[in-house]
């Protein structure tokens, strides 16, 4: 098994920054890709960013381009969100997630293991 936790939320004016982290445990070595989600009130859980574990590769949603940077480091086994600029809009809860085969980033069923999540709030 492994075992997700997240950290990093929080509330922040619009256009300030928060960093989000996600340390990983258990049976990390069929890690293909890390990667973050988040779901609003009301809405379905969405993809927002990953990296591929051993190359490095990364992959963002278009609402978020610019603006969030993932990263990783391989010895410690966590992921980081990067999140400048906030804006409103990216209030959510923020999941990570390990996946552990190439595909589809955007869909929730491709990923395997899920973190219980980390409140950010941008307030305006």
């Known amino acids: 098994q492994v075992q997700l936790v997240e950290s990093g939320g929080g509330l922040v004016q619009a256009g300030g920054s928060l960093r989000l982290s996600c340390a990983a445990s258990g049976r990390t070595f069929s890690t293909y890709a890390m990667g973050w989600f988040r779901q609003a009130p009301g809405k379905e859980r969405e993809f927002v960013a990953a990296i591929i574990w051993d190359s490095g590769t990364t992959y963002y949603t278009d609402s978020v381009k610019g603006r969030f940077t993932i990263s990783r480091d391989n010895a410690k086994n966590t992921v980081l969100l990067q999140m400048n600029s906030l804006k409103p809009e990216d209030t959510a809860v923020y999941y990570c997630?390990?996946?552990?085969?190439?595909?589809?980033?955007?869909?929730?069923?491709?990923?395997?293991?899920w973190g219980q999540g980390t409140q950010v709030t941008v307030s305006s």
């Open positions: 997630a390990i996946k552990r085969w190439a595909g589809s980033y955007y869909q929730t069923g491709a990923w395997a293991y």
